[in-house]
């Protein structure tokens, strides 16, 4: 596919123009999620801009009316998120070309999203292949309804800096690619904890603020007993509180606890992706590492 976008845009009586999403304040862009019903504070703005790149489309004022991120891994991979256009825009063409620039940024990699239903058309028109569902759960934690847990096959315990190089490799071993910088930068917004076998990390979960309360991901873990046992700590710590999880667990003792812990099914996306698929999805079989709960949608 030859892609040669322009640097501007006309659309219906007005013209758009790219800009560095660097360059743009956080109450803009948080204005610009708002409007699509999207959660994200200033706060996780900022935090995606650290950890990746971006353009947005700016209309002849200077509003925000579109944006696309990417996050690359290495030299091989990049994940693709916060493709936001205004609803005015959505079937202008606006998404299809802001796509097309990130793709001039990103070429030679593999790619992966996760599409909204809305989005999904856009996706499947520029050649991104559906994967698996994603099933954001969501509500308001609480511990007296989760009953009697299995027994965790080891001890659990909060994570510390130490433990970052045996979670940025089991990351690696569930999700398929490394992402040191990643990991690194959610263990400083985050609190985790980790199943251990001695000294050796089996299980690990962190939980960060995001959008109306707490997120918990990612998640990794070799089994659904393992990656309860990381996650239910979380839970007790926020009872009361909003916490979401985005997971393709749809069935078995991990998606039960989920719903029993007050994060029922919420909404979901679908998991696309352009070149490689990540080898990355839980079989319910081995022990081996699985990314039981994404980092967050846009990031992975």
Same mark, same amino acid.
């Given at each position: 596919?030859?892609?040669?976008?322009?640097?501007?845009?006309?659309?219906?009586?007005?013209?758009?123009?790219?800009?560095?999403?660097?360059?743009?304040?956080?109450? $803009?862009?948080?204005?610009?999620?708002?409007?699509?019903?999207?959660?994200?504070?200033?706060?996780?703005?900022?935090?995606?801009?650290?950890?990746?790149?971006?353009?947005?489309?700016?209309?002849?004022?200077?509003?925000?009316?579109?944006?696309?991120?990417?996050?690359?891994?290495?030299?091989?991979?990049?994940?693709?998120?916060?493709?936001?256009?205004?609803?005015?825009?959505?079937?202008?063409?606006?998404?299809?070309?802001?796509?097309?620039?990130?793709?001039?940024?990103?070429?030679?990699?593999?790619?992966?999203?996760?599409?909204?239903?809305?989005?999904?058309?856009?996706?499947?028109s520029?050649?991104?292949?559906?994967e698996?569902?994603?099933?954001?759960?969501?509500?308001?934690?609480?511990?007296?309804?989760?009953?009697?847990?299995?027994?965790?096959?080891?001890?659990?315990r909060?994570?510390r800096?130490?433990?970052?190089?045996?979670?940025?490799?089991?990351?690696?071993?569930?999700?398929?690619?490394? $992402?040191?910088?990643?990991?690194?930068?959610?263990?400083?917004?985050?609190?985790?904890?980790?199943?251990?076998?001695?000294?050796?990390?089996?299980?690990?979960?962190?939980?960060?603020?995001?959008?109306?309360?707490?997120?918990?991901g990612?998640?990794?873990?070799?089994?659904?007993?393992?990656?309860v046992?990381?996650?239910?700590?979380?839970?007790?710590?926020h009872?009361?509180?909003?916490?979401?999880?985005?997971?393709?667990?749809?069935?078995?003792?991990f998606?039960?606890?989920?719903?029993?812990?007050?994060?029922?099914?919420?909404?979901?996306?679908?998991?696309?992706?352009?070149?490689?698929?990540?080898?990355?999805?839980?079989?319910?079989?081995?022990?081996?590492?699985?990314?039981?709960?994404?980092?967050?949608q846009?990031?992975?």
């Amino acid at each position: 596919m030859e892609l040669k976008p322009s640097e501007s845009l006309k659309i219906d009586a007005f013209s758009m123009r790219i800009g560095d999403i660097e360059g743009i304040e956080l109450d $803009r862009l948080h204005a610009h999620s708002l409007s699509v019903g999207w959660p994200h504070r200033a706060e996780d703005w900022q935090f995606l801009r650290e950890s990746g790149q971006g353009f947005v489309a700016l209309d002849e004022i200077g509003r925000v009316l579109g944006s696309a991120m990417w996050f690359a891994h290495g030299a091989d991979f990049a994940t693709v998120g916060m493709v936001i256009t205004s609803p005015r825009l959505q079937t202008l063409g606006a998404g299809q070309w802001l796509m097309k620039l990130v793709f001039e940024k990103v070429a030679g990699r593999d790619l992966r999203l996760n599409a909204t239903r809305a989005a999904r058309r856009l996706y499947l028109s520029l050649d991104f292949q559906p994967e698996q569902t994603v099933y954001q759960c969501q509500g308001i934690a609480r511990t007296e309804a989760i009953g009697r847990l299995t027994e965790a096959r080891g001890d659990v315990r909060i994570l510390r800096a130490k433990d970052v190089p045996a979670a940025i490799e089991l990351d690696a071993a569930g999700f398929g690619v490394r $992402r040191a910088t990643l990991i690194e930068k959610l263990f400083a917004h985050s609190t985790g904890y980790g199943l251990f076998s001695g000294d050796k990390l089996k299980a690990f979960a962190l939980c960060r603020p995001f959008g109306r309360g707490l997120v918990v991901g990612p998640v990794v873990a070799g089994n659904d007993a393992d990656a309860v046992a990381v996650v239910q700590p979380h839970v007790a710590d926020h009872s009361g509180s909003f916490l979401r999880i985005d997971t393709r667990m749809d069935n078995g003792e991990f998606a039960a606890f989920l719903s029993h812990a007050g994060m029922p099914v919420f909404d979901t996306v679908l998991t696309m992706s352009m070149g490689k698929r990540l080898a990355d999805f839980a079989d319910g079989g081995s022990d081996m590492a699985k990314t039981y709960a994404l980092a967050s949608q846009t990031l992975g």
